[in-house]
Each structure stands twice: as structure tokens, then as C-alpha cells.
């Protein structure tokens, strides 16, 4: 194989003895660690056809030599660009790189691809790859959420352009878990200004989990949260028809019967959160831009029914 190989490296040019020690050591070592005459072995341009590229790519994936894979792959893409293995050669470069954690390579490769092929059979594996990209970055609902709303509009996208694609569903179990992420960081950053009194700043972002995040499991909190904060502001009436909305759409929740004894006077007002208040990843001052609070109304863009009633009551 080795054999093989170092014939498919030498260049017909090349005639002279001191070449063939050059690209034996190229063809055992994979180009992997060796300064030629003084140059990066990056730079040194390994010929061949696509098959054997490509072959030697593999080979060196299923070794976990993810960066020596990455450049027989890009060696695929540059030398033979008109190829039907040229895209392929590009959504395995990303592949590599995604193995290697090397997550933005990975993201601005697969960004190329779906500029380069849009109509690509393999288009809808390259978001969902690039989604998953995203996904790596996700941590607690304290920390910057742009990686969540990045993940959770690509997946998003997979399952709604792409519903037949076998990424559909995985894309719709992620977008959910997401969802629900991104309806806890708008929670924390609401709890954090309830906790520093901030009441109005407390009841908006407790109206973006209401009216953006239905599915979320935090509907109940907020709207609980939301009567909390209106009646430390004094607005008893406002108060009464959130706890009325959520009576009426959660009556055997515990955050219900905690609403029910504040409007009684059996509680304090607000009651201690959940947890110690903790500065969000945006900042006290300003809510995180529109752009990285993906919006989970209905495709002709009307809000459900919930948000409905919502805006009707309020």
C-alpha cells in the first residue's frame, strides 16, 4: 500500500534522485509533521487522483487523525473542483473538524458549502451539522444564550424546509429542548431584575417567556412572577388577571395556589427566587437583541392562542 501510494505522490516532473526520499517520507508520514527545505509541510502540495485522496482521507479518519484527514480532503476539493466528490470533499472537511471540536472551522466550511450548492442533495445534513455545531457551544441557561438561538434557528430550519429529510425529527426533539432553553434564560434574566426590585423591567421578560415560548415549561413560573411583580408595584387589578390566566389554564399548579395566597395576603410580596440573583450574560441594562430570540409563533405568523388571550386581557 505504501508502494502505492508514494508512486501516486511523485509528480512525472520530478526525475531527479533527491525527490525520492522527500515523497517516501510524505507517503509514511502522511505529510503530517516534516519541514521541507525549510517550509511548512502545509504548503506542500501532494498530488494525486481522487480516489486516492479521497481513500487516504478516510483512512486517516477512521484513524482519528483528524487534521492530516482535513488536508487530503481539501486536497480534494482544490485539485479536482469539478468532481462530483468535490462537495462531498468539502461536507467531510467540515465532518473532520466537527470531530476534532474544532466547531467554527467546522461552521464557516459547512457556510460554504450551502453558498457553493444550494441545490445539494446533502444540503439539509450540512444544517443539521451546522446546528449540532451550535449545539456543542450550549451551556446553562446563566450563560450567553447566542449559541441556544443559534442551534435552535438551524434546527428549526432542518425540520420545517426539510420534513421528509431523516434530520427531521432529531431536529424537532432539539428545537424543543432548546425552546425551553431559551424560554430559562429570559426566567434568569427575569428573576435577577425581580430580585434588584426592578419590577417593570422583571414583568417584560416575563411576557416574552408568555407570549413567545408556549410550549415551555416555565409558563406557569412566569405568569406566577408576573403577579408577584405587579402587586410589589401596587397594580392589584393587573395582578388578579394574571393569576386568573393562570387559574385558568393551570388550576393544579403549585405556582397557582402561591399566586392565590399572595392576592389573599397570606404571602410576602415578591417571594424569594429561586435562586441567589445572578447578573445575566447581556447585562442588567438592555434586553438581547430580537435576532437572538427566535420567535415560536404559527407559520402565518398570528401568535397561538394563549399569546392571543394574553394581549386581549392585558
Known amino acids: 500500500m505504501i508502494a502505492r501510494l508514494f508512486r501516486a505522490l511523485i509528480r512525472p516532473c520530478m526525475r531527479t534522485i533527491a525527490v525520492v526520499p522527500i515523497y517516501a517520507a510524505l507517503a509514511v508520514g502522511g505529510c503530517s509533521s516534516l519541514d521541507l527545505f525549510g517550509q511548512d509541510a502545509d504548503d506542500t502540495y501532494i498530488e494525486g487522483s481522487v480516489e486516492q485522496l479521497y481513500n487516504r482521507a478516510m483512512d486517516l479518519l477512521e484513524k482519528k487523525e483528524y487534521a492530516e484527514a482535513a488536508k487530503f480532503f481539501n486536497e480534494?476539493?482544490?485539485?479536482?473542483?469539478?468532481?462530483?466528490?468535490?462537495?462531498?470533499?468539502?461536507?467531510m472537511v467540515a465532518y473532520?473538524?466537527?470531530?476534532?471540536?474544532?466547531f467554527e472551522t467546522s461552521r464557516l466550511t459547512l457556510d460554504r458549502f450551502i453558498r457553493l450548492n444550494p441545490a445539494h442533495r446533502d444540503v439539509p445534513y450540512a444544517h443539521y451539522l451546522k446546528a449540532?455545531?451550535?449545539?456543542?457551544?450550549?451551556?446553562?441557561?446563566?450563560?450567553?444564550?447566542?449559541?441556544?438561538?443559534?442551534?435552535?434557528?438551524?434546527?428549526t430550519l432542518v425540520a420545517e424546509r426539510f420534513p421528509a429529510s431523516k434530520y427531521a425529527d432529531d431536529s424537532r426533539r432539539k428545537a424543543a429542548v432548546l425552546r425551553d432553553h431559551l424560554a430559562g434564560h429570559e426566567m434568569e434574566v427575569g428573576r435577577f431584575y425581580q430580585g434588584k426590585d426592578q419590577h417593570l423591567a422583571a414583568i417584560n421578560r416575563f411576557?416574552?417567556?408568555?407570549?413567545?415560548?408556549?410550549?415551555?415549561?416555565?409558563?406557569?413560573?412566569a405568569l406566577h412572577r408576573m403577579t408577584e411583580s405587579y402587586i410589589a408595584l401596587g397594580l392589584g387589578s393587573e395582578a388578579q388577571r394574571t393569576a386568573a390566566v393562570l387559574g385558568r389554564n393551570f388550576p393544579k399548579s403549585s405556582w397557582y395556589g402561591d399566586?392565590?395566597?399572595?392576592?389573599?395576603?397570606?404571602?410576602?410580596?415578591?417571594?424569594?427566587?429561586?435562586?441567589?440573583?445572578?447578573?445575566?450574560?447581556?447585562?442588567p441594562d438592555k434586553k438581547k437583541p430580537a435576532k437572538e430570540t427566535p420567535k415560536t409563533t404559527a407559520k402565518d405568523g398570528k401568535k397561538s392562542w394563549l399569546g392571543r388571550l394574553f394581549d386581549r386581557i392585558f
Not at 449540532?132 to 434546527?155: I, S
Request: hydrophobic share 30%; aromatic share 10%; proline share 9%.
Open 259 to 283: 399566586s392565590q395566597a399572595l392576592l389573599k395576603g397570606e404571602r410576602s410580596s415578591p417571594v424569594s427566587t429561586t435562586s441567589a440573583p445572578v447578573a445575566p450574560s447581556s447585562g
Open 207 to 221: 411576557k416574552t417567556v408568555v407570549q413567545e415560548y408556549q410550549a415551555s415549561r416555565y409558563i406557569p413560573e
Open 96 to 102: 473532520t473538524n466537527y470531530r476534532a471540536k474544532d
Open 132 to 155: 449540532l455545531c451550535f449545539f456543542e457551544d450550549v451551556r446553562d441557561t446563566k450563560r450567553d444564550p447566542a449559541p441556544t438561538a443559534a442551534a435552535y434557528e438551524e434546527f
Open 76 to 91: 480534494v476539493d482544490r485539485q479536482h473542483p469539478y468532481s462530483v466528490w468535490a462537495p462531498r470533499s468539502q461536507l
